[in-house]
Every structure is written in C-alpha cells, then in structure tokens.
C-alpha cells in the first residue's frame, strides 16, 4: 500500500492487491445474535463461525495469504529427512536475517518453550519491555518471572508517542547492575502485543541490546509482530526513513543472538521457529526439537506452510505489502476517534483497541466491562473482539479477583481480509454502541475454569440488558440486519 493521495482530498487507504479467492459471510439478524452470545456464555471464543459477519478475534494464523504463496505450497517437499522445502525457508531467513541456523517449531509458543528449557531455571529473571501470554506462563513454569520495563508512557492509553513499546534504559541498567547474576537472556518484543501492538525505536532496539551485551547477556527478539514494527521504524523514525525494509531488518537482526516467531502472524503462514548466528547456542537448543516437535526439517509444521511461509517471509520485506495492516487500523482508529469514541492511542498493528473503562465507565471492574463490551458488539453488528481486561486476568491464590490494569476490547484486522467498506460499518455499529453505551451492563461468571479462563469459561448479564439492546437496535434499523 503505497503513499496515494486522491484528487478530492479523501484520506482513505488504498488496496494495491487484488481479491481472487473469496469466503461468503453471513449476518444474522441481531435477534439470532443476541442468542448466539447466550448460547456462547457470553464468551466470544465460544461463538460459532456460522453466526459471525467481521471475525476481530485475532491476527493469528489467519491473515490473507498471496496468490505466490499459494502456487509455492504445490512445490512442498515432503521428505521426512532433507527436505528441500526446509532448505528454502532456512536459506530465506539467512537472507533476511543473517542467520545461519534455524530451529523449526509448530508455533510460537513452541519456540518459547524450546527457548525456556534451554535458558530458564528457578529464580531466573528474565526482562522485557512487556509480557506476552504465552511467553510468561512458559517462564513461570519453570520458577522463573518476568520483569517489565516499558516505559511510563507505553501503558498510558491515550498518547501521541510513536514508539510506546521502547524499554525504559535506565531500569534495564538498574536491573542488570542489581540483578545480573539471575538474568540468562533479555527480550525484545517486536510490536508489543498486550499493549495494542505498540513498536519499538530502531534507535531503542539498538541500545537495549548493546546493554545487555555490555553484561553479557543473550538478546532475544520475539519477532511475532515484526512486520508492523518493521513498517513503524521506517515511516515514524526520522533517522531510518532512507533505509529499506530489508535494511532496517538486517540491522535488528545483527544485534540479536536469537529471533523467533510465529509464523501464524510474521509470514502470513502458520508455524514458527528459532533463527540463530550461533552454533553452540544451536546445538544447546537442537535436541529439543525431535523431542517436542518433530524431525528437524519440519518441527510440526506442514510443509506446505513452510513453503508459504518462505514466500510469505519474502514479501515481508516489501513496505507495500506490510503497510496494509497499519493503514487499515489506522484508518480505524482515527474514524473512532472522530466520532468520540475512546480508543488506544496512536494507532499500532494488529488491531484496534476500544478502552471499555471509558466506552462504559458506569460497569465496574468486578463486573468485566471489556466482555460486557465484547458481548454488546456483537449483538449490536455480529463482529467478533477479543475481551483483554480482567477476564483475560487470574484470580489471586486467596480466590480474589484480580483486576486488570486495563480493559481493552481487542477488534483485531487479519492482513488483508476486511475490505474498507468492512471496516466502515464496524465504525458504524461501534458508534451506534457508544450512543447506546447506557444500556450496556454487567457479566458475571457462571462456570469459570481455575486457569485460562478466558478461553473456556461462561457467564450471564447481571441484569436483562441484551434484551433492551435488541429492542433500541430495531427501533434505530427496523429491518435492517
Ligand atoms: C502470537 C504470539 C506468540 C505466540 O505464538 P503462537 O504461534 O500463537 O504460539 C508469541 N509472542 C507474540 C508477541 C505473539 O503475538
């Protein structure tokens, strides 16, 4: 997606791919919606596919892949041992990378594992600039815990700071001149997931690692969200903006000791591995692999993935390829912010963040406002969010809750599935919402599973609120969907 601008002056981005396969969608009629939810306990991972118009649960493994990437997946090698397709994608990451090794795994969080198991021990520390879901429980698990050290200004909601996922310096020195001896690695978070896909600085990169090589320690980028982070360096940071996609990532990648990924999002495919410069490092981690993931050539992935995922890697380096996601959410993101409605601040990748604290300030905490809000969208335009708030929390040991610091309502933008019209009526439907955002009311559990509950566990409006929303939506859209 290039820099196009139109002759009336309208500021929309512009598409520079063609759609040549497509899936039909339906919307039910919000009857029928507000049912679905019921069914689903209001929890939207357990909605039906078929009862769903906009899927904005996640970026993961379904982003739109290219009609190259689709032709590649016919030429797989599948081979057991040796296979050809496994070269392709090791020769395409040490092209973009520089690295020499690549330790395949099924996802990302396979790739964490692998990476806990080699470094992490009881009392290690490992920092960061934020947490990702998968990563920490992988570290907790084996005694270790995570230390962040965003700056102030990433969990601030509201900002106008470019790079909100930059490391604070000072506390990763402090840490390191005060905690040393705990810490086998620091890692780097590309396009910081948890806090609305935020980037780092090239420049911030640059120094985290050149601390943590000044104490010796490993530096681990998680590169899941590379591709927006690429994007946001080049057209947000003055001094990379003559620099290519490519060079930008050659100049990350010489800085880590170890990148890895989920291919589910970075490549468009789904997968993952470990890329790394260093053979003893290889070999520590190697025997990993056969163990939990499979041979060395494929690491439970298929191979027609791998093959689209090496494909998917190339275009990866193309500034027209992967501003699609940011444009998109950008567009978003400023629309709402037209219109009033609270939402994180400035736009980054992945999605678009509503603040539910603010959407509906009259639900408490203790009553899941994000998932009252998930639940509400859907009935209100059949689009599917992801609830980041409490809910997504723990209960403390002593079984109370544990409120989260923020409440997010997640509506993620899969690369290149919503067209701009898709996007113009979830901004439609939203702002209907927050003009009916009174109405909206509470959640409470009514099976709630002792761990990750947000996935598996049900709950019920405290009060008959769905119904009156139903009832102002046909009042606003008569026979409309
Ligand atoms: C998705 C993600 C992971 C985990 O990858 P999976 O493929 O889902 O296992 C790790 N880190 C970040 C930043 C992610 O976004």
Known sequence: M?????????????????????????????????????????????LKNKDIFLDMLTDSGVNAMSDRQLAAMMIADDSYAGSATFTRLENKLEEIFGTKYFLPSHQGRAAENILAMTFVEK??????????????????????????????????????NPFKGNFDLEKLEDLMKKEGKRIPFVRIEAGTNLIGGQPLSLENIISVADIAHKYKK???????????????????????????????????????????????????????????????????MRELVPMFEGFLTYGG???????????????????????????????????????????????????????????????????????????????????????????????????????????????????????LSQVKYAVDRIKWLYDHRDIVGGLRFVEEPSSLRFFFGRLEETSPWQDKLVKAFREDFKDSL
Do not use: W
């Open 301 to 419: 992935m298929s191979v027609r993935e791998m093959e689209a995922m090496t494909v998917g890697l190339d275009e990866t380096m193309d500034e027209s390829v992967i501003s699609q996601g940011p444009l998109f959410i950008k567009y978003m993101t400023d629309e709402l912010v037209k219109l009033g409605v609270p939402v994180v601040t400035p736009a980054g990748g992945l999605g678009c963040h509503l603040d539910a604290s603010r959407f509906i300030p009259h639900v408490r905490q203790e009553e899941y406002p994000a998932g009252a809000l998930a639940a509400a969208l859907y009935i209100a335009g059949g689009i599917r969010g992801m609830e980041r708030g409490t809910i997504s929390e723990q209960r403390e040991e002593d079984g109370s809750e544990h409120l989260a610091s923020v409440e997010l309502l997640r509506l993620a933008l899969p690369r290149r599935v919503f067209t």
């Open 123 to 160: 009392g290690s520390i490992i920092p960061m600039n934020y947490h990702f879901t998968t990563t920490k429980a992988h570290i907790t698990r084996l005694g270790g815990s995570v230390v962040e050290l965003i700056t102030d200004e990433g969990v601030r909601l509201t900002s106008d």
């Open 218 to 284: 490993l530096v681990v980028l998680d590169a899941s969200l590379l591709q927006d982070n690429l994007y946001f360096i080049k057209t947000r940071e003055e001094s990379a903006k003559g620099l290519s996609i490519k060079d930008i990532t050659k100049k990350i990648a010489e800085k880590m000791d170890i990148i890895y990924f989920s291919a589910r999002k970075l490549g468009f495919a789904r997968g993952g591995g470990i890329s790394l410069h260093d053979r003893n490092l290889y070999l520590k």
């Open 2 to 46: 290039a820099d196009i601008s139109f002759y009336t002056g309208e500021d929309i981005p512009l598409e520079l791919h063609k759609v040549r396969i497509v899936q039909k969608l339906d919307l039910v009629p919000v009857e029928r919606r507000a049912e679905a939810i019921r069914e689903a306990g209001n929890n939207t991972f357990l």
